[in-house]
C-alpha cells in the first residue's frame, strides 16, 4: 500500500471527509465512518481504522471497546478527493450488533466463503480443543494435502452417480478442505483469485 499520492481534502464537511469500509478479502461494504486529518494521519500510521466521533467529538478506533479491530490493508479516494474507500482485514464483526457488516446480510452471501476462510484461520491463530481443524492441522501439512486428494477423489467418485445429495456434501467437504489447506501454507482464497485475475488478462 502506497498512500503517498493520497492527499484527501479536508476543506469540506467541515473537516471531516466519509469512510467506506470494505472487507479486503471478501469485498462487502463493512460499514461507514468519518475522518478529520488526524484520524487518517492515525490510520496510516497505526495501520488500523480510527475515526473521528461525530457524537463523542473526538477520536475513535475501531474497536477499541470491542476488540473488533479493523486492520488497514488498502485506501483509495474518489476523484473528488474528499470519499475514502478504506479494504481493511476485521478482527471480528463490524457491526456493535455483532453481525459481519452494518448493512445486515448482502444477497449473494451463500456465494462469500468468506465466513468459513474467518473460522478457519480463526481455528489457526487461535487453536481450540476438540476441533477438527485444529486436530488436522496437528497433523501436519503431508496430512492436510492427503485429505484434500482424498476428498477430491470422493467427489468424482459422487459425480459419476445420480445422488445430488451426496455430491454437494462431497464438494463442500473438499472445499473446506482445500480452505484449510491454504490456510496452513499461509494463502487465503484471494491469493488464489488473484492468480486468476491474471491469468484472465
Known amino acids: 500500500m502506497d498512500a503517498t499520492n493520497i492527499q484527501p481534502d479536508f476543506t469540506k464537511g467541515e473537516g471531516l471527509i466519509p469512510a467506506v469500509i470494505q472487507d479486503a478479502y471478501s469485498k462487502n461494504v463493512?460499514?461507514?465512518?468519518?475522518?478529520?486529518e488526524?484520524?487518517?494521519?492515525?490510520?496510516?500510521?497505526?495501520?488500523?481504522?480510527?475515526?473521528?466521533?461525530?457524537?463523542?467529538?473526538?477520536?475513535?478506533?475501531?474497536?477499541?471497546?470491542?476488540?473488533?479491530?479493523?486492520?488497514?490493508?488498502?485506501?483509495?479516494?474518489?476523484?473528488?478527493?474528499?470519499t475514502l474507500l478504506v479494504q481493511a482485514k476485521p478482527t471480528g464483526p463490524a457491526c456493535?450488533?455483532?453481525?459481519?457488516?452494518?448493512?445486515g446480510t448482502y444477497p449473494n452471501a451463500s456465494a462469500d466463503l468468506s465466513f468459513l476462510e474467518k473460522t478457519i484461520q480463526h481455528r489457526i491463530t487461535n487453536p481450540k480443543e476438540g476441533s477438527y481443524t485444529n486436530s488436522l492441522i496437528d497433523k501436519g501439512m503431508n496430512k492436510v494435502a492427503q485429505k484434500v486428494g482424498e476428498e477430491a477423489v470422493e467427489l468424482v467418485i459422487?459425480?459419476?452417480?445420480?445422488?445430488?445429495?451426496?455430491?454437494?456434501?462431497e464438494a463442500a467437504d473438499l472445499m473446506y478442505h482445500y480452505i484449510v489447506l491454504l490456510g496452513?501454507?499461509?494463502?487465503?482464497?484471494?491469493?488464489?483469485?488473484?492468480v486468476l485475475k491474471e491469468r484472465h488478462k
Open 30 to 36: 463493512l460499514m461507514l465512518g468519518y475522518m478529520n
Open 38 to 82: 488526524e484520524a487518517y494521519n492515525k490510520t496510516l500510521s497505526e495501520k488500523r481504522i480510527t475515526f473521528y466521533s461525530r457524537s463523542k467529538k473526538r477520536l475513535w478506533t475501531k474497536g477499541e471497546t470491542s476488540g473488533n479491530f479493523l486492520e488497514l490493508v488498502d485506501l483509495a479516494i474518489d476523484c473528488d478527493n474528499d
Open 96 to 103: 456493535h450488533l455483532d453481525n459481519d457488516t452494518c448493512f
Open 158 to 169: 459422487e459425480a459419476k452417480d445420480d445422488n445430488d445429495d451426496l455430491f454437494l456434501n
Open 184 to 194: 496452513a501454507k499461509g494463502f487465503r482464497l484471494d491469493d488464489v483469485i488473484n
